[in-house]
C-alpha cells in the first residue's frame, strides 16, 4: 500500500498547480535562490496543513463554513498584497549597481504563508491520506507521517520546477537583461494577484 501512496503522491506532486504557479513566478521574478527559499515555505506550510489534518482541523473546516471563509479570505488577501509588492519593485534600470539579493527569510516566510492559509490543502490531506493508513495503527500518527512523506516528494518536484524555470530566466536575461526583469517582475505580480482572486473566487466549502 506504502509504494501505491507513493505513486499517487508523486503523480500528484508532478501535476502543475497553484503553488506550483507560485513558486515559478517567484523564480522567474527574484532567481533561482528565491524559487528554492519558496520551496521550503511552501513545504512548511504544507506539512502545517498536514499536521493539521491530523489533529482534526481539517473536519472544522468541512463543517464550520466561517472558520474557511476567514482563513480563505486571509490567504487571498496575503496573495494580492504579495503582488502588490512585486509591482511595487524599482524597474531594472532603476536599481543599484550591486543590489543586494532578495531576502530570503522573507522569501521563506512568504511560502509558508501563502501554503498554510490555504484551507484546501488541510482538506485534501484528510481526504487523500487516510486512504491509505492501516487501520491496526493509530490513524493521527500515520496522517501526519504520510502527510510528511508527501510534502518531502512535493519538494522534490518543486525544486525541479524551480531549476527549469531558473535555467529558461537565465536563457532570457542572457538575450535581454532589463526586459526580462520586467517582464518577470509584472508576471510574478499578475500571478499572485490571479492566485488571490482565484482563492477568493473558490466555493466557501469542499464539495
Known amino acids: 500500500m506504502f509504494v501505491t501512496f507513493l505513486l499517487a503522491s508523486l503523480v500528484l506532486a508532478l501535476t502543475p498547480g497553484p503553488g506550483v ?16 527559499a519558496s520551496v521550503a515555505g511552501v513545504a512548511a506550510g504544507n506539512l502545517g496543513n498536514a499536521l493539521g489534518a491530523s489533529l482534526g482541523l481539517a473536519a472544522l473546516f468541512a463543517v464550520s463554513a466561517a472558520a474557511f471563509e476567514i482563513v480563505k479570505w486571509a490567504g487571498a488577501a496575503y496573495l494580492v498584497w504579495l503582488g502588490v509588492q512585486a509591482l511595487r519593485l524599482p524597474p531594472a534600470d532603476a536599481a ?23 484551507p484546501k490543502t488541510a482538506l485534501f490531506f484528510a481526504a487523500f491520506l487516510p486512504q491509505f493508513i492501516e487501520p491496526s495503527a493509530g490513524a493521527a500518527q500515520q496522517v501526519a507521517a504520510l502527510g510528511a512523506v508527501f510534502v518531502l516528494i512535493a519538494a522534490i518536484t518543486d525544486t525541479g520546477y ?22 518577470g517582475r509584472w508576471a510574478a ?19
Open 21 to 36: 504557479a507560485y513558486i515559478v513566478a517567484r523564480t522567474l521574478a527574484q532567481g533561482r535562490a528565491a524559487g528554492l
Open 96 to 118: 543599484p549597481a550591486g543590489i543586494a539579493p532578495p531576502r530570503l527569510a522573507r522569501t521563506l516566510r512568504d511560502g509558508f504563508v501563502v501554503a498554510l492559509l490555504n
Open 162 to 183: 524551480v531549476l527549469l524555470a531558473g535555467a529558461a530566466a537565465r536563457s532570457l536575461a542572457g538575450r535581454n537583461a532589463r526586459r526580462s526583469a520586467t517582464l
Open 189 to 207: 505580480a499578475a500571478t499572485f494577484i490571479g492566485l488571490g482572486l482565484y482563492t477568493a473566487a473558490t466555493a466557501s466549502r469542499p464539495r
